[in-house]
């Protein structure tokens, strides 16, 4: 099962496949460590991967050893084969997001002349003790600028962005989250008593990963451009 969505259209796919007892019994490699990807960091909660797409290079036939989200950095084509030899092509655009189940069986490989750029975040198993909670203070999400564009029973992903003139709530931070900035910029961050943080600049590509609950409420605030990030969040 294969899931996949944008900013604008949500598509989800079930596929179901009848696989001879032949099939299922193969013992598959996993997606990861391979060629044209490059594990840029890891924690308790997620490994993310940088992974390049190049034409006519497949991946080979892998089965995923953890649930992960892929999120499209340039946009191309891929050729998607199954075990059963059945295979599709499937036209990624800027900011796409694809959600893949433990298990999921494929090879991949791209058919664009420039390599399709993707970020790759894989959601780790083990449960984290919950974060603590502050009455009275929401969390990072729901807020101003940002749409929920898919959900699981562990993970929200969100689309958020930081626009000028649009000051962000004060909250705090009670889920483990990960993000890929497709849009850089810069984002001021303000305090309780008012105090406003020199400005954190993003890039575009660039990951965050939050590992632990921040102390103090704060506001958030666009300083310089439009940064605009998928958030993949824990529940």
Known sequence: MRIRC????????????VIPSSTLAQKYAPPFPRDGAERVQESERFVIWKVALEKGKSTGMHQLDLDQVSVTLTEGAIKVTR???????????????LFEPKGTVVAEEGLSGDPIRLTVFQLKDAASD??????????????????????????????????????????????AAAAVFLEGGQIHS?????????PVS????EV??????????????EAEGTPRAIWVEFK
Not at 149 to 164: G, H, L
């Open 6 to 17: 944008d900013r604008k259209v949500i598509l989800m796919l079930a596929v179901l496949c």
């Open 83 to 97: 075990p059963d030899g059945t295979w599709s092509i499937e036209q990624e655009r800027f900011g796409s997001v």
């Open 130 to 175: 919950p974060w603590p909670i502050t009455e009275g203070v929401p969390g990072q999400f729901p807020r101003v600028g940002a749409a929920k564009i898919f959900e699981t029973d562990r993970i929200n992903v969100w689309d958020a962005t930081w626009r000028p003139g649009e000051r962000i709530a004060r909250h705090l931070h009670y889920h």
């Open 190 to 198: 303000i305090s309780d008593e008012g105090v406003v943080d020199a």
């Open 202 to 205: 993003r890039k575009s590509g």
């Open 208 to 221: 965050v990963n939050i590992t632990s609950p921040r102390k103090a409420p704060h506001e958030e605030e």
